[in-house]
């Protein structure tokens, strides 16, 4: 089916409001950053299927023969309105000789994979030898939303290859993105790969990688917010690693523990992501300073709440005390339990005051940037309209 390689790249986003309540049914307001996944697929004729992670030193291979033996024990329940079963993915992990019972990085990546691989070859009758070869300028594990860019290349990568969806590249365009129902199946599958690395996803991270933008998402139901505010972020990485599937886990742990305590809490965090929709809304109507106390408000209050979720972190709690002695807000950002805050920036903030909260935050051994927010989601890219990096990490893959 692939005739020739293709090159496509999906965003990591930061979540401004709601992560954890969102898993449980409240509203997230999500946006897609500018720090992508980049995926390469190439046809390949040796009969094998390999997959390259140069971010985490790991390189793969089957013989499409023994992944053929897995997929006819498999092809009856592996379709994309169905989640990964127990059964499935411990013959997947028998097959790929996981034997720890901990999930580590190399193992959730290969499981996602080979999870997609199977599940998409089986309902679409191909079992295609291909090279993969995955590089994020994000950072894995960091609240970023790698796991859901790196599922959604996955799932538009596979389904291209099976034939399930067009691969609109034109000679004399850079960047195309797929038509919008293909799109949502590219969604859909991505979804599934979220739900081998995350345990219980809401989809709000797969949903922003997919359609790019600010989205506001809850349930599964996905709406982009058409009128939005430019809006400055500084992001910063602690660098203290964390897994979203365990913060996530202990959260409906607590749930369960203590319903009365934390129902009202998620509640609280439901309508904090409303009153920010609706501040966006007004900023995007009528510019003003006025709104940047009300936004940087919700932030603190949002902070506090994950931290009685039992999300917080000291290295967090010690990004929000640096920069509040700038002036600054910043709440945490994805899974937390450490991994990255952010910091919302005024319009007028002085560069050189940025400088020095980037030179703070960075004597306390964390990695800071300002970023831009609301990119396009996944998107075919055509050789020449690659950066120079990526376009060497797949020479050398
Ligand atoms: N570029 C990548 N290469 C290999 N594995 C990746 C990549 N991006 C994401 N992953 C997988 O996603 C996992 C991180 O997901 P998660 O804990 O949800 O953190 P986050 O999504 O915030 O980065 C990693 O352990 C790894 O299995
Ligand atoms: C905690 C959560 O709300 C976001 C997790 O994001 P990340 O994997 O930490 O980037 C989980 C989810 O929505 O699936
Ligand atoms: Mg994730």
């Not at 969102?22 to 897609?32: I, N, Q, T």
């Not at 860019?149 to 590249?169: D, E, Q, R």
């Not at 359609?211 to 505010?229: A, C, D, E, H, N």
């Not at 990695?367 to 050398?396: Q, R």
Request: hydrophobic content about 40%; charged content about 20%.
């Amino acid at each position: 089916m692939l005739a020739k390689p293709l090159t496509l790249s999906a965003p990591g986003k930061a979540i401004l409001h709601g992560e954890h309540a969102v898993v449980h049914g409240k509203a997230a307001l999500a946006v897609a950053l500018n720090l992508r996944t980049f995926l390469q697929i190439r046809p390949s004729n040796n009969g094998k299927v390999l997959i390259c992670l140069p971010n985490i030193g790991t390189s793969l291979n089957w013989e499409t023969v023994q992944l053929r033996t897995l997929l006819r024990a498999f092809s009856d329940g592996l379709d994309e309105s169905k989640s990964p079963s127990p059964e499935q993915m411990d013959a997947l992990k028998e097959f790929a000789g996981i034997t720890t019972g901990l999930s580590t990085t190399e193992s959730l990546a290969t499981l996602a994979f080979l999870y997609l691989y199977l599940s998409i070859s089986a309902k679409y009758g191909q079992i295609p030898s291909v090279e993969i070869v995955v590089w994020s300028e994000l950072p894995i594990g960091a609240g970023l939303g790698s796991s859901a860019a790196y599922s959604v290349c996955l799932a538009a990568a596979l389904l291209t290859a099976c034939g399930a969806i067009g691969c609109p590249l034109e000679e004399e365009k850079s960047v195309v993105r797929w038509p919008e129902e293909e799109l949502d199946l590219i969604n859909r599958w991505a979804f599934r790969g979220e739900q081998v690395i995350h345990g219980k996803p809401s989809g709000v991270d797969n949903s922003v990688a997919t359609w790019g933008g600010v989205l506001r998402f809850q349930s599964g139901k996905i709406t982009s917010l058409k009128r939005v505010p430019t809006l400055r972020i500084l992001l910063t990485n602690t660098k203290v690693s964390r897994s979203t599937k365990i913060l996530v886990a202990g959260v409906k742990d607590k749930i369960l523990k203590f319903p009365a305590i934390m129902n009202p809490v998620l509640a609280s965090i439901d309508a904090i992501s409303q009153e920010c929709e609706n501040v966006l809304e007004a900023m995007a109507e009528s510019p003003s300073q006025e709104y940047y106390p009300v936004l940087e408000e919700l932030f603190d209050i949002n902070q506090h709440h994950l931290n009685v979720v039992g999300v917080g972190h000291s290295s967090l709690d010690n990004v929000c005390r640096v920069t509040a002695t700038h002036g600054l807000h910043s709440k945490l950002t994805g899974a937390g339990g450490g991994g990255c805050a952010i910091t919302l920036l005024r319009p007028d903030t002085d560069p050189l005051m940025v400088e020095a909260v980037r030179q703070d935050l960075s004597a306390c051994g964390f990695e800071c940037w300002e970023t831009s927010i609301g990119v396009p989601g996944i998107c075919l890219h055509s050789l020449s309209s690659l950066k120079a990096e990526v376009l060497h990490v797949f020479n050398s893959a």
